[in-house]
């Protein structure tokens, strides 16, 4: 970086700092600025959590969502998604925090209970290279990622590799979804030292990426996983 664009740089964030003295954040559902959050807490109380059990197994893995995709959560999904609202991220790991700790009291239903925590990895369902250069960011990665730092738990990214692209799947029936992303995933195994693994994922509709995911991991021989999906579809 030359002088004169370490200057501009540097007067960009100023202005953006300062900007932000000024300026609150909106509520990007009804456009307040009372709470300064890009959810404020009106709209979160109409918010509803699923109960926080099983909610349906794949390849014998805990399936579990936060939330049905409807209403606000749908809208918050696509500002993360399609609308450069990376905040939504953060409201949503609070969330998910909070739904996580309450799998965690349900004791007899999860197998997470015996799972030692300081052995615990976080990792996102990884998406297309494409999405991520025209967002700017990987949305799931984004969540993941504020959900590791509030719980406290390891990021472990790195773990599930896309090693190819696929459609986007909201466009496909139910078959061509599980051809488009058959053998899309990889795991890197030699950075796998005996975790549990918490797969997250924005939403879960035919299930046919968590699927391959989880088809990904027990190739490998490794089983210890459950997975929480911000949403489902219904
Ligand atoms: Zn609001």
Redesign the pocket.
């Known amino acids: 970086m030359n002088l004169i664009s370490f200057y501009k740089s540097s007067l960009n964030s100023l202005f953006r700092g300062l900007l932000s003295l000024i300026y609150k954040e909106n ?1 990007c ?2 456009g ?1 600025s009372k709470d300064d959050s890009i ?2 807490k ?2 979160a109380k109409d918010v509803q959590m699923l109960s926080a059990f099983v909610h349906s197994k794949i390849s014998g893995v805990e399936i579990y969502s936060v939330f049905i995709y409807k209403n606000i959560v749908r809208t918050l999904i696509h500002k993360l998604k399609f609308d450069h609202k990376k905040a939504v991220a953060r409201v949503f790991a609070l969330f998910l925090f909070d739904f996580f700790n309450k799998i965690l009291e349900n004791t007899e239903q999860s197998k997470i209970n015996k799972i030692n925590l300081q052995n615990t990895v976080i990792v996102p369902i990884p998406t297309n290279k494409k999405n991520i250069q025209k967002r700017g960011y990987n949305n799931v990665y984004e969540i993941a990622s504020e959900f590791a730092k509030i719980a406290n738990l390891k990021l472990c990214p790195d773990l599930l590799t896309k090693i190819r692209d696929t459609k986007p799947q909201f466009k496909l029936n139910k078959e061509a979804r599980k051809s488009n992303v058959e053998g899309c995933f990889q795991v890197n195994k030699k950075i796998y030292n005996n975790e549990t693994i918490i797969l997250i994922d924005d939403i879960i509709t035919t299930g046919s990426t968590i699927y391959e995911a989880i088809g990904a991991f027990q190739k490998e021989d490794i089983n210890n996983i459950i997975c929480i999906t911000i949403s489902k579809a219904v």
């Open positions: 509520c559902i009804c307040c959810l404020c009106t709209c």
